[in-house]
């Protein structure tokens, strides 16, 4: 895929929410349906901060939008992207807007996201032909981050050093690889199966918040009028 099809999007980070998530809920879950108020409330209960996915230097949007319509799908709300000399881009038609619903956060070296993660408790696993085990026994790991990475060259060889171990996926075929996409929409399902913690009172109501802020047109506006009003 072309870096200038106009497909293509540079995926950034969420917004920071300019007012207390209680302000931002209260104001906008009066001008949203009972239904989608529910159906956000229900994906927020089913989002999890137990399990990050980090890309190392994904190439290929069609790839990087797969991936994050699979954490999407699978409750995964964290995406750790190591950029590449083109930027960490999607396809939009192939993510359908999903990377707005999640907490992307872009580093320019597998250091820096390393220490990130090392940091916040996670134990680093990267996806490697022949790794040393399997997503099934990552399942009692409490605190995981897994490293997809460059469709030629695979993880970094920084990342790799820095990380805890390597994992892949049990094949019986004559294939000895999948593409990065399937791989990790296959690691994702198997690691949430069966649910992974749930995210704390603070955090769901940030994402309560800023899903409302998606959800609603004009969500500014409308905030801007019932603060004014209170």
Not at 173 to 198: D, H, K, M
């Amino acid at each position: 895929m072309r870096a200038d099809d106009p497909d293509v999007i540079e995926v950034q980070g969420p917004p920071p929410l300019e007012r207390p998530a209680e302000v931002v809920i209260e104001a906008l879950s009066r001008v949203v349906t009972s239904e989608r108020l529910q159906r956000i409330e229900d994906v927020v209960a089913g989002r999890t901060d137990s399990l990050v996915v980090v890309l190392d230097r994904i190439a290929d949007p069609h790839n990087s939008s797969a991936i994050l319509r699979s954490a999407d799908a699978f409750g995964v709300q964290n995406v750790h992207a190591i950029v590449g000399e083109h930027g960490f881009r999607a396809s939009h038609g192939v993510s359908k807007g999903t990377q707005r619903w999640l907490d992307v956060v872009r580093y320019e070296s597998a250091e820096a996201c390393a220490r990130r993660l090392k940091g916040d408790g996670y134990a680093i696993y990267v996806a490697a032909m022949g790794g040393e085990t399997t997503p099934e026994r990552l399942r009692e790991v409490s605190r995981l981050a897994v490293v997809f990475g460059n469709e030629h060259r695979g993880v970094s060889a920084e990342m790799r050093e820095i990380a805890d171990g390597t994992f892949s996926i049990p094949m019986r075929g004559f294939v000895e690889s999948l593409n990065v996409s399937v791989a990790a929409a296959i690691t994702i399902q198997t690691l949430t199966r069966g649910g992974r913690p749930p995210l704390g009172p603070e955090r769901r109501r940030e994402l309560l918040a800023r899903f409302l802020m998606n959800s609603v047109k004009s969500a500014d506006q409308v905030i801007e009028q019932f603060a004014g009003n209170d």
